[in-house]
């Protein structure tokens, strides 16, 4: 099976359908939770249970795939393929496209010596931590490849990520509730 590091580089989202996204998001999370580990400071790992993905294309000629849930879209600089960009609802590991798309996926649930944490707000402080990078002593992070096999991943949407139209408005139903985008583009270790 390919590495994780191997499927974010080879990911390309110009002229996908969005069933072939699903598919594609899927082999990514594969690698990214049966695939490996993040190693934090020689210290203990880190891994991964459920990731979420995002994609909005920045060119419609791309892509009319849009994500207006995504934070970094439009917002930033373009990221490196495999950064890790730290916000309010956690991290997400970025592979996207100068010029043509945005790309990431949320770690939703991790785990740290067999206790899983559900909340992904709190990945940053367990990822980072409070190490003194000052003083030359800053976190070091690294991702460690391990064999998988082909697991089965559960799929569902994602939790709580609003809908929008093409305008990027946030939808309701005709009672003024909020509209949820239901793309399967959720996974969970089985």
């Known amino acids: 099976m390919k590495t994780l590091a191997d499927l974010l580089k080879e990911f390309d989202g110009r002229h996908l359908t969005e069933q072939q996204f ?3 998001f899927e082999m990514i999370a594969k690698a ?4 490996g580990h993040f190693r934090v400071n020689d210290e203990y790992n880190v891994f991964i249970v459920e990731v979420e993905f995002y994609f909005h294309s920045e060119d419609d000629a791309v892509s009319s795939v849009h994500d207006f849930a995504m934070y970094h879209r439009g917002a930033v600089d373009w990221f490196p393929v495999g950064s890790l960009h730290p ?3 956690g991290i997400d590991v970025t592979f996207e496209r100068q010029g043509a798309y945005r790309a990431s996926f ?5 785990a740290i010596n067999d206790e899983i944490i559900s909340t992904p707000s709190y990945l940053p402080e367990d990822l980072i931590g409070y ?8 976190p070091k992070i690294e991702w460690v490849d391990t064999n998988y096999d082909d697991t089965p991943l559960k799929r569902n949407p994602r ?7 093409e305008q990027g408005i946030p939808l309701n139903d005709d009672n003024g509730n909020k509209q949820y985008d239901n793309r399967p583009w959720r996974f969970t270790k089985a």
């Open 159 to 165: 939790i709580k990520v609003r809908a929008y139209n």
């Open 22 to 24: 699903t598919e594609q």
């Open 106 to 110: 949320l770690i939703r649930k991790y």
């Open 131 to 138: 190490t003194g990078c000052i003083l030359g002593d800053g």
């Open 87 to 89: 916000h309010r609802s």
């Open 32 to 35: 990214a939770i049966y695939g």
